[in-house]
């Protein structure tokens, strides 16, 4: 019997209206649009307001889009898994939230934290779920709301991250398309560079720590920018070598947008053109788990059938890797 391949078939994303913008950040803290662009690549991010508005808007918003663009029913669902760092609640989980908000009730659904890798793992678990035979329409949707745990008097952080989701449905097929390898690591000694202190069972919320500012992303950014720029470059090559893959044989490299410069040394190390990376960084800064769907769903329709794509991520835990989709339908 043919082995059953997982393939994404289906994208939509969504981002919230407000829009902040450099120039409004130089009103809020002491910095310049020339040091974020030149810095980061970053000029502007959307931004979720309202009173308890949270990470579950958005990805509501993705996957009611994907379910109608798709014309899937949410009854057909069978799997939802949610990658964020931003959930509603410590629990229950965002992604039954989600569910519950978009009629899907055949599902069971969870969330993985993975940070900015969080999507990767989320496409990894699902198509391992598909490829046993076991589930046949599984939505992995990325979504956070960074500006909940952004401190807006921190320079060196706010300028960075945005608010997204994006979602994408996976399903079975026959032919050799979809997910064909994955490269995935973490290492837990990164933690002390990329963390939110407070908040979790090792240090609940107290006054202390709201006093303290611990609720907040707290980052080492040059520490995290050194291991981003090699593990990132170093896991996409890997996956290339393993896969026999040259630049020539390589359509997209999908990365995940933290940074324009990381962004850049990954496509170098793989021997790519500018053209054949998707970056939108610009627009909507670090949306940790939704950058990579905020792509793919920008670049639909310059995706072609058999096209071989790269996706890599790098993000707090450590957590990163690499995914090798053969992208599995034309332009619709
Ligand atoms: O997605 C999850 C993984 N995260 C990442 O991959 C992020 C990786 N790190 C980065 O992208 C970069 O490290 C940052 C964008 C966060 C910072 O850029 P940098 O080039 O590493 O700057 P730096 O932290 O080394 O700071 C350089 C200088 C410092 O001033 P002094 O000490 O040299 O006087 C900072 O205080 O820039 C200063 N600075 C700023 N100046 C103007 C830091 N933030 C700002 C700012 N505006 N917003």
Not at 188 to 205: E, N, R, V
Not at 295 to 302: A, D, N
Request: charged content about 20%; glycine content about 8%; proline content about 3%.
């Amino acid at each position: 019997m043919a082995k059953i391949h997982a393939a994404v078939t289906g994208i939509h994303a969504w981002v919230p209206e407000y829009i902040l913008t450099n120039k409004e950040l130089e009103k809020m803290v002491d910095t310049t649009d020339e040091w974020i662009t030149s810095r980061t690549g970053i000029k502007e991010r959307h931004i979720l307001r309202g009173v308890e508005q949270g990470t579950s808007v958005l990805g509501t918003q993705a996957v009611n889009g994907l379910l109608e663009k798709t014309g899937t029913k949410p009854e057909e669902i069978d799997m939802l898994i949610c990658a964020t760092v931003t959930p509603d609640m410590q629990f229950p989980a965002t992604a039954n939230i989600i569910s519950h908000n978009c009629g899907i009730k055949n599902a069971f659904s969870f969330d993985m934290n993975a940070a900015c890798s969080g999507l990767l793992y989320a496409i990894v678990t699902a198509s391992k779920y598909i490829e046993s035979g076991t589930h046949k329409k599984v939505i992995v949707v990325g979504a956070d709301k960074m500006s909940s745990i952004v401190d807006y008097t921190d320079r060196s952080t706010c300028i960075i991250f945005g608010d997204g989701a994006g979602a994408l449905l996976m399903e079975p097929v026959q032919d050799e398309l979809g997910v064909m390898d994955a490269i995935m690591y973490s290492d837990g000694s990164g933690m002390p560079h990329l963390h939110q202190k407070a908040g979790g069972s090792s240090k609940p919320a107290s006054h202390q720590t709201v006093d303290a500012r611990e609720h907040f992303i707290y980052q080492e950014g040059q520490a995290v920018f050194k291991f981003a720029v090699t593990k990132m470059a170093d896991v996409a090559v890997e996956i290339m070598k393993k896969n026999q893959l040259s630049s020539e044989d390589v359509a997209w490299l999908v990365p995940h947008q933290a940074n324009l410069r990381i962004i850049e040394a990954t496509a170098k190390r793989m021997g790519l053109e500018r053209e054949k990376v998707m970056i939108n960084i610009e627009r909507y800064g670090n949306t940790t788990s939704s950058t990579i769907p905020l792509c793919l769903w920008e670049w639909e329709k310059q995706l072609r059938k058999g096209d071989n794509v790269i996706l890599a991520a790098f993000g707090g835990g450590f957590t990163w890797g690499a995914v090798y989709l053969k992208w599995a339908y034309d332009p619709k």
